[in-house]
């Protein structure tokens, strides 16, 4: 019977089929285990469990216990590896034609504006979902996205006995109604998971640069006319489960999903955790077009590097898969290797905000294509506050065989 293998980016392993004269004991030691995780949280709760092929976000683990696969916990994921399927891809495209018109629209990102609007955040001290850091930076980012002359509403979010809430911003577009809708969001609450709830979590990372980056991809678009509609979400309780955009997901009329065109995400987008300045595209089928349009708008208007995973976890992108809409997640890749998420050690020092600008600049690209343009530039509205894997080409194999063995190919 032929091996079996499983490619993770430019890494791929490969393994036997099980002896069939092998024992119950001896076949669950050779088992293997596909892990998705956040940060570190499964290699920090099971410091003694060693990869086979550790790439940040995925890992592949031998024997581990089978019971662990039916654990639903927010920050980790065990699942066993799949068999002749690509967890993680590598987009490797030619750029398009630059556009005169989106290079325009790029050239009007800024730095400051971002970096302040991160910096703010983080500066709160905590954002934990039920905590008054919480509020304070709902109230602020309320106020931005109304000074940006979107329509503000906040929706209250239960987690349990608790109440945190999102804060969504509307911009409506120039096409006949009704409109599609673009959305574009990130969480704003952080948390230490070690300390609790009133212990410092400022959060720079995971996830004020994914916040500051709806602000400031916010500040750019609605001074541009768009056919369709746009709409800025801020999610609370997504530390505790996804519970900001589950409700928010939840609560949509039937019209309201019918319309939504495209749903970008960001979550952590500020830590270069190798090398290369890489960015990770995750989705799942429905994702397919967003996914090879950001993928595009990288390659064009970037010098990142582009994986893909069609194994949607742990962000806010997930309940709009679940509900069948079209929604894409962009994260740092490698973003198991940046060990400061959830601690009170995920600070502005250890960001990489070139990383964030190069990932902004895709998101922005691609949003342009979403919304479709309409003419000229509308009149510029003064936001409130400061606006302020190996070498190319090379693969390394892994093969797995026989009781516990594995071996490593370069």
Known sequence: MPSSWTRIADREVRWDPPDPAAGARAKRADALYLVTQVGRAFQDEHPWVRPVLDHGRHLVVQGLDPSLAAVR???????????????????????DRSDPTT?????????GSYEADLTHLAGIGTRHSFGPGFTVAADWAAGRLAALGCAVRREPVSVGGARTQNVVGDRAGSGPAPRPTVVVTAHLDSVNTAGGPAAPAPGADDNASGAAGVLELGRVLVAHRWEHDLRLVLFGGEEQGL??????????????RDRIRAVLNMDMIA??????????????????????DCASAAATYTGLAVETSLNPFA?????????????????????????????ALDTTGYLDLELA??????????????????????HRIRPAGSVVAPAEGRLDVFSVGGPGAHRVLT
Do not use: K, Y
């Open 73 to 95: 916990h927010t920050c980790w994921r065990v699942e066993p590896l799949p068999a002749d399927e690509v967890v993680v891809g590598v987009a490797r495209r030619a750029p």
């Open 103 to 111: 290079a325009a629209l790029l050239a009007e990102l800024a730095p």
């Open 243 to 256: 519970h900001g955009s589950t409700q928010h997901v939840a609560s949509l009329s039937t019209d309201d």
């Open 271 to 292: 830590s270069q955790n190798g090398a290369v300045a890489t960015v990770l595209l995750e989705g799942a089928a429905v994702s397919s077009t967003l996914m090879a």
């Open 315 to 343: 962000s806010d992108h997930v309940p709009f898969i679940d509900a069948g809409l079209p929604a894409l997640l962009t994260i740092e890749g490698t973003d198991s290797a940046n060990g400061n998420v959830h601690t």
């Open 357 to 378: 600008e190069q990932i902004l600049r895709m998101n922005l690209a691609a949003l342009a294509g979403w919304l479709g343009p309409v003419g000229e530039p509308a």
